[in-house]
Antibody, heavy 123, light 107 residues
């Protein structure tokens, strides 16, 4: 059974940093690109970032480029999102999501999602 | 960025009804269009991928269609469990973008 479990969320002051983790199980983690998607309170879904299975390719939304860094440790089957220079508008539930197909990075659906971790940026 | 526009933003229907949600892309995305269902307080679930392919385990009451810029999600024989917000998403090009969502209420 595929499982994705996010952790690391919490309350942080504007300008602060936080690292999110997503522990994966039930599939060959190294074979799949992984994404981060966020959802501000009461709002819709916003794609944040993606990393390929080998970590060779990474892409970011313009809203987080230069501030967030996605990475993964395939030996630990864990995805990360390092978030720096956090702003109030980064407040959201952050989901990790697995792509549907092996070796596809961006042009694919998300077939499994974690339960999400809440990040609140406030003084 | 490819803009995704969903309509209506909300709708109310009765058990047993048929409902249709539309999604329009700002440019042609072929069939790189996916549909998700999000129940309150939960993560989204994939319903339809590649515009018309039913995800495993999803009831056949859900049907997706369309290509290019215009897509539809049709739900037949509406059930109480269908209460949710539905999102379309394009996977044609980065940045991946979602529609604004359609909140479905059951009368």
């Amino acid at each position: 059974e595929v499982q994705l479990l996010e952790s690391g969320g919490g309350l942080v002051q504007p300008g602060g940093s936080l690292r999110l983790s997503c522990a994966a199980s039930g599939f060959s983690f190294r074979d799949y690109a992984m994404h981060w998607v966020r959802q501000a309170p009461g709002k819709g879904l916003e794609w944040v970032s993606v990393i390929s299975g080998s970590s060779a390719s990474t892409y970011y939304a313009d809203s987080v480029k230069g501030r967030f860094t996605v990475s993964r440790d395939n030996s630990k089957k864990t995805l990360y999102l390092q978030m720096n220079s956090l702003r109030a508008e980064d407040t959201a539930v952050y989901y990790c999501a697995k792509v549907f197909s092996i070796a596809v990075v961006t042009d694919d659906a998300f077939d499994f999602w974690g339960q999400g971790t809440m990040v609140t940026v406030s003084a | 960025d490819i803009q995704m526009t969903q309509s209506p933003p909300s709708l109310s229907a009765s058990v047993g009804d048929r409902v249709t949600i539309t999604c329009r892309a700002g440019q042609s995305i072929s069939t790189f269009l996916n549909w998700y269902k999000q129940k309150p307080g939960k993560a989204p679930n994939l319903l339809i991928y590649a515009a018309s392919s039913l995800q495993s385990g999803v009831p056949s009451r859900f049907r997706g269609s369309g290509s290019g810029t215009d897509f539809t999600l049709t739900i037949t024989n509406l059930q109480p469990d269908d209460l949710a917000t539905y999102y379309c998403q394009q996977s044609y090009s980065s940045p991946l973008t979602f529609g604004g969502g359609t909140k479905l209420e059951i009368k």
